[in-house]
C-alpha cells in the first residue's frame, strides 16, 4: 500500500462524513421566499425549503453519510461498489441542487395559495431564491470526488480484521486433540465442542 492511499483512508471518510452532512443540513434550509400581500389582510413571508421543494435531496445526502460509514466497515472487493454508489448519488443531488428553480416555484406556489393572507388573486410577482441550492449542489460535487477517491484507492485502504466476520465465513479450524487446545479454542471465541 502506497503512502499515499494510506493518507487518504481517514480524511476521505471523515470529508464524505462532512460533506453529507452539509448537504442534509443545506436542504433543510431556505430555498425560496416570497411576499403575499392583501389589503386589509397582514402580510404572510412564504418560505420552501430545499426538502420541501426537493425531497429527494435530503435523502440523497443521507446516502453520502451511510456511504462514508461504509467504506469503514466493507471489504476491499466492496469498496468500490461503495465508491460507484458515492460518486452516482453526487451527481444526481449536484444535478438536482443546480436545477433547483422550478421545483422551488412550484412548491413557492403551492405554499402561497396556503397562506392565510392568499384572497385568490393576489399571487405575488417576485420570489427570492437562497444560496442554499447552490452550497447543497457543492457538496454533492465534493462527495462525487470522494466517491472517485474510494474506488481508485479504497482497495489499498486497511479492512477490519477477520474476528469481525460473521462465524461461517471463518476458516475451519482443526478439532482441539487437548485440554490446552479446548482452552486455546475458548480464548479464540471458538466452541471447541463443535
Request: positive net charge; glycine residues 10%.
Amino acid at each position: 500500500m502506497s503512502i499515499t492511499a494510506r493518507r487518504l483512508y481517514g480524511p476521505s471518510v471523515l470529508a464524505g462524513l462532512a460533506v453529507g452532512g452539509f448537504a442534509f443540513f443545506a436542504a433543510g434550509r431556505v430555498w425560496g421566499t416570497t411576499q403575499v400581500l392583501a389589503s386589509g389582510l397582514p402580510s404572510d413571508t412564504v418560505t420552501v425549503t430545499g426538502t420541501e421543494a426537493l425531497p429527494v435531496v435530503g435523502a440523497l445526502a443521507l446516502v453520502i453519510v451511510a456511504g462514508s460509514i461504509a467504506v469503514l466497515a466493507a471489504s476491499a472487493r466492496f469498496r468500490r461498489i461503495v465508491g460507484v454508489v458515492l460518486t452516482i448519488t453526487g451527481l444526481v443531488g449536484a444535478v438536482l441542487a443546480f436545477r433547483y428553480g422550478d421545483p422551488v416555484l412550484d412548491a413557492l406556489d403551492t405554499a402561497v395559495k396556503e397562506s392565510p393572507a392568499f384572497t385568490g388573486n393576489n399571487s405575488p410577482d417576485v420570489f427570492g431564491m437562497t444560496g442554499w441550492p447552490i452550497a447543497a449542489a457543492s457538496a454533492f460535487i465534493l462527495a462525487t470526488i470522494l466517491g472517485i477517491v474510494v474506488m481508485k484507492y479504497g482497495r489499498q485502504w486497511p479492512t477490519m480484521g477477520r474476528k469481525y466476520d460473521a462465524p461461517a465465513a471463518r476458516t475451519p479450524v482443526e478439532e482441539p486433540k487437548s485440554e490446552a487446545d479446548l482452552w486455546k479454542a475458548l480464548d479464540e471465541g471458538r466452541d471447541p465442542t463443535k
